[in-house]
Protein backbone atom coordinates (compact mmCIF):
# COMPACT_ATOMS: atom_id res chain seq x y z
CA UNK A 1 0.00 0.00 0.00
CA UNK A 2 1.22 3.36 -0.46
CA UNK A 3 1.40 5.47 3.02
CA UNK A 4 0.66 9.04 2.95
CA UNK A 5 2.12 11.43 5.75
CA UNK A 6 0.88 14.79 6.22
CA UNK A 7 2.77 17.94 7.94
CA UNK A 8 2.40 19.33 10.43
CA UNK A 9 -0.38 17.02 12.52
CA UNK A 10 -1.70 20.79 13.73
CA UNK A 11 -0.87 24.11 13.05
CA UNK A 12 -1.88 27.50 14.62
CA UNK A 13 -2.69 30.69 12.35
CA UNK A 14 -4.46 33.67 12.23
CA UNK A 15 -7.52 35.33 10.31
CA UNK A 16 -5.57 36.45 7.35
CA UNK A 17 -2.22 34.33 7.36
CA UNK A 18 -0.85 31.92 4.63
CA UNK A 19 -0.35 28.54 5.13
CA UNK A 20 1.01 26.05 3.76
CA UNK A 21 0.20 21.62 4.51
CA UNK A 22 2.38 19.04 2.86
CA UNK A 23 1.73 15.51 2.20
CA UNK A 24 4.28 13.16 1.03
CA UNK A 25 3.52 9.75 -0.58
CA UNK A 26 5.79 6.74 -0.11
CA UNK A 27 5.91 5.97 -3.77
CA UNK A 28 5.37 7.88 -6.93
CA UNK A 29 1.77 8.71 -7.64
CA UNK A 30 2.24 11.17 -10.36
CA UNK A 31 -0.49 13.72 -9.92
CA UNK A 32 -3.32 11.78 -8.60
CA UNK A 33 -3.72 13.36 -5.10
CA UNK A 34 -6.90 14.86 -3.88
CA UNK A 35 -7.24 17.27 -0.60
CA UNK A 36 -10.29 17.36 1.03
CA UNK A 37 -11.70 19.48 4.10
CA UNK A 38 -13.77 18.01 7.09
CA UNK A 39 -15.64 20.64 9.36
CA UNK A 40 -16.79 18.66 13.22
CA UNK A 41 -19.70 16.52 12.70
CA UNK A 42 -19.81 16.67 8.69
CA UNK A 43 -18.59 14.94 5.86
CA UNK A 44 -15.11 15.54 3.92
CA UNK A 45 -15.23 17.77 1.17
CA UNK A 46 -13.32 17.82 -1.77
CA UNK A 47 -11.36 20.42 -2.39
CA UNK A 48 -8.43 19.66 -4.82
CA UNK A 49 -8.31 16.67 -7.55
CA UNK A 50 -5.67 15.51 -9.58
CA UNK A 51 -3.05 17.86 -7.22
CA UNK A 52 -3.79 21.16 -8.45
CA UNK A 53 -7.21 21.36 -9.75
CA UNK A 54 -9.67 23.27 -7.87
CA UNK A 55 -13.05 21.86 -7.26
CA UNK A 56 -16.31 23.48 -8.49
CA UNK A 57 -17.41 26.27 -5.90
CA UNK A 58 -14.07 26.07 -3.78
CA UNK A 59 -12.56 29.62 -3.59
CA UNK A 60 -9.66 30.46 -4.74
CA UNK A 61 -7.40 31.08 -1.89
CA UNK A 62 -6.92 27.59 -2.10
CA UNK A 63 -4.44 25.81 -4.29
CA UNK A 64 -2.40 22.79 -4.58
CA UNK A 65 0.67 21.96 -6.06
CA UNK A 66 3.30 18.86 -6.67
CA UNK A 67 3.72 15.78 -8.01
CA UNK A 68 5.39 12.45 -7.72
CA UNK A 69 5.85 12.09 -3.74
CA UNK A 70 5.53 15.45 -2.73
CA UNK A 71 2.81 17.39 -2.87
CA UNK A 72 1.36 20.91 -0.74
CA UNK A 73 -2.37 22.79 -0.20
CA UNK A 74 -1.73 26.15 0.08
CA UNK A 75 -4.35 28.45 1.83
CA UNK A 76 -3.57 31.97 0.95
CA UNK A 77 -5.29 34.49 3.12
CA UNK A 78 -6.89 32.56 5.92
CA UNK A 79 -10.81 32.90 6.15
CA UNK A 80 -13.11 32.09 9.61
CA UNK A 81 -14.29 29.20 7.76
CA UNK A 82 -11.14 27.41 7.14
CA UNK A 83 -10.60 26.12 10.57
CA UNK A 84 -11.40 22.79 10.41
CA UNK A 85 -8.81 19.19 9.24
CA UNK A 86 -7.64 18.63 5.99
CA UNK A 87 -6.40 15.53 4.52
CA UNK A 88 -4.40 14.21 1.38
CA UNK A 89 -5.64 11.08 -0.15
CA UNK A 90 -3.53 9.61 -3.38
CA UNK A 91 -5.76 8.00 -5.81
CA UNK A 92 -2.95 6.34 -8.34
CA UNK A 93 -3.77 2.85 -6.96
CA UNK A 94 -5.99 0.58 -4.74
CA UNK A 95 -6.37 1.21 -1.74
CA UNK A 96 -6.90 5.30 -2.22
CA UNK A 97 -4.80 5.82 1.25
CA UNK A 98 -5.92 8.75 3.39
CA UNK A 99 -3.13 11.16 4.70
CA UNK A 100 -3.21 11.54 8.89
CA UNK A 101 -4.89 14.57 8.60
CA UNK A 102 -3.94 18.41 9.55
CA UNK A 103 -5.95 20.08 11.78
CA UNK A 104 -5.49 23.83 11.40
CA UNK A 105 -6.71 26.05 14.73
CA UNK A 106 -7.22 29.35 15.53
CA UNK A 107 -4.32 31.04 17.04
CA UNK B 1 -28.14 16.88 -8.40
CA UNK B 2 -25.84 13.65 -7.19
CA UNK B 3 -26.94 12.89 -4.06
CA UNK B 4 -25.73 9.74 -1.45
CA UNK B 5 -27.99 8.53 1.16
CA UNK B 6 -27.41 6.55 3.87
CA UNK B 7 -29.36 4.72 6.32
CA UNK B 8 -29.39 6.06 10.01
CA UNK B 9 -27.22 5.17 13.04
CA UNK B 10 -26.77 1.58 14.66
CA UNK B 11 -26.38 0.47 18.13
CA UNK B 12 -25.93 -3.17 18.51
CA UNK B 13 -24.25 -5.78 20.62
CA UNK B 14 -20.70 -7.31 20.17
CA UNK B 15 -21.09 -10.37 17.96
CA UNK B 16 -23.85 -9.36 15.67
CA UNK B 17 -24.50 -8.67 12.32
CA UNK B 18 -24.88 -5.38 10.60
CA UNK B 19 -25.93 -4.12 7.33
CA UNK B 20 -25.67 -0.55 6.41
CA UNK B 21 -26.64 1.12 3.13
CA UNK B 22 -25.91 4.34 0.55
CA UNK B 23 -28.12 4.92 -1.78
CA UNK B 24 -27.33 7.20 -5.04
CA UNK B 25 -29.15 8.95 -7.41
CA UNK B 26 -28.48 11.93 -9.95
CA UNK B 27 -25.87 10.31 -11.71
CA UNK B 28 -25.38 6.70 -13.40
CA UNK B 29 -25.32 4.54 -10.43
CA UNK B 30 -23.72 1.28 -12.90
CA UNK B 31 -20.75 3.55 -14.09
CA UNK B 32 -18.92 4.83 -11.20
CA UNK B 33 -17.26 3.01 -8.16
CA UNK B 34 -18.76 3.72 -4.80
CA UNK B 35 -16.58 3.46 -1.36
CA UNK B 36 -16.66 2.87 2.08
CA UNK B 37 -14.80 5.06 4.59
CA UNK B 38 -14.46 4.92 8.03
CA UNK B 39 -13.74 7.39 10.86
CA UNK B 40 -13.19 6.49 14.05
CA UNK B 41 -14.20 8.60 17.06
CA UNK B 42 -11.86 11.70 17.16
CA UNK B 43 -9.69 10.26 14.44
CA UNK B 44 -8.70 10.53 10.73
CA UNK B 45 -10.33 8.86 7.89
CA UNK B 46 -9.87 5.76 6.61
CA UNK B 47 -10.11 3.91 2.89
CA UNK B 48 -12.13 0.68 3.61
CA UNK B 49 -12.85 -0.81 0.38
CA UNK B 50 -14.38 0.20 -3.51
CA UNK B 51 -17.14 -1.61 -5.61
CA UNK B 52 -17.86 -0.75 -9.55
CA UNK B 53 -21.76 -1.33 -9.63
CA UNK B 54 -21.72 -1.82 -13.42
CA UNK B 55 -19.87 -5.63 -12.81
CA UNK B 56 -19.69 -5.61 -8.50
CA UNK B 57 -15.52 -5.60 -8.80
CA UNK B 58 -14.69 -4.79 -5.30
CA UNK B 59 -11.47 -4.06 -3.82
CA UNK B 60 -10.76 -3.67 -0.12
CA UNK B 61 -7.97 -2.63 1.80
CA UNK B 62 -5.49 -5.15 3.18
CA UNK B 63 -6.80 -3.41 7.29
CA UNK B 64 -10.56 -4.59 6.02
CA UNK B 65 -10.39 -7.86 3.96
CA UNK B 66 -12.14 -10.08 5.67
CA UNK B 67 -13.26 -8.12 8.61
CA UNK B 68 -16.67 -6.94 6.10
CA UNK B 69 -18.10 -7.05 2.66
CA UNK B 70 -19.48 -4.49 0.66
CA UNK B 71 -21.94 -5.17 -1.83
CA UNK B 72 -24.75 -3.31 -4.03
CA UNK B 73 -27.94 -3.90 -5.78
CA UNK B 74 -27.74 -2.09 -9.27
CA UNK B 75 -31.42 -2.73 -9.39
CA UNK B 76 -32.18 0.13 -6.28
CA UNK B 77 -28.87 2.40 -6.96
CA UNK B 78 -27.47 1.39 -3.49
CA UNK B 79 -24.34 -0.21 -1.91
CA UNK B 80 -23.89 -2.06 1.70
CA UNK B 81 -21.34 -2.24 3.87
CA UNK B 82 -22.01 -5.30 6.29
CA UNK B 83 -20.01 -7.02 9.00
CA UNK B 84 -20.97 -10.74 10.27
CA UNK B 85 -19.50 -10.43 13.82
CA UNK B 86 -19.36 -6.79 14.98
CA UNK B 87 -16.83 -5.61 17.78
CA UNK B 88 -16.97 -3.04 19.96
CA UNK B 89 -13.66 -1.71 17.62
CA UNK B 90 -15.76 -1.22 14.76
CA UNK B 91 -17.79 1.56 16.30
CA UNK B 92 -17.43 4.40 14.38
CA UNK B 93 -18.73 6.63 11.94
CA UNK B 94 -19.11 5.70 8.17
CA UNK B 95 -19.12 7.27 5.35
CA UNK B 96 -19.79 6.45 1.14
CA UNK B 97 -18.32 8.40 -1.35
CA UNK B 98 -18.36 8.34 -4.86
CA UNK B 99 -16.68 10.16 -7.93
CA UNK B 100 -20.31 10.65 -9.24
CA UNK B 101 -20.04 11.68 -12.88
CA UNK B 102 -16.40 11.88 -12.66
CA UNK B 103 -13.05 10.10 -13.20
CA UNK B 104 -12.41 8.22 -9.55
CA UNK B 105 -9.29 9.57 -9.48
CA UNK B 106 -10.31 12.59 -9.43
CA UNK B 107 -11.44 11.72 -5.86
CA UNK B 108 -14.09 11.57 -4.02
CA UNK B 109 -16.51 14.76 -5.25
CA UNK B 110 -19.82 12.95 -3.41
CA UNK B 111 -20.41 11.81 0.32
CA UNK B 112 -23.22 10.48 2.28
CA UNK B 113 -24.43 11.71 5.66
CA UNK B 114 -22.41 9.58 7.20
CA UNK B 115 -23.45 6.33 9.31
CA UNK B 116 -22.51 6.18 12.84
CA UNK B 117 -22.64 2.40 14.12
CA UNK B 118 -22.03 1.83 18.04
CA UNK B 119 -21.22 -1.49 19.10
CA UNK B 120 -21.76 -1.87 22.99
CA UNK B 121 -22.53 -4.45 25.22
Known amino acids: DIQMTQSPSSVSASVGDRVTITCRASQGISSWLAWYQQKPGKAPKLLIY???SLQSGVPSRFSGSGSGTDFTLTISSLQPEDFATYYC?????????FGQGTKLEIK | EVQLVQSGAEVKKPGESLKISCKGSGYSFTSYWIGWVRQMPGKGLEWMGIIYPGDSDTRYSPSFQGQVTISADKSISTAYLQWSSLKASDTAMYYC?????????FGFGYWGQGTLVTVSS
Open chain 1, 89 to 97: QQANSFPHT
Open chain 1, 50 to 52: AAS
Open chain 2, 97 to 105: ASSGGEWLR
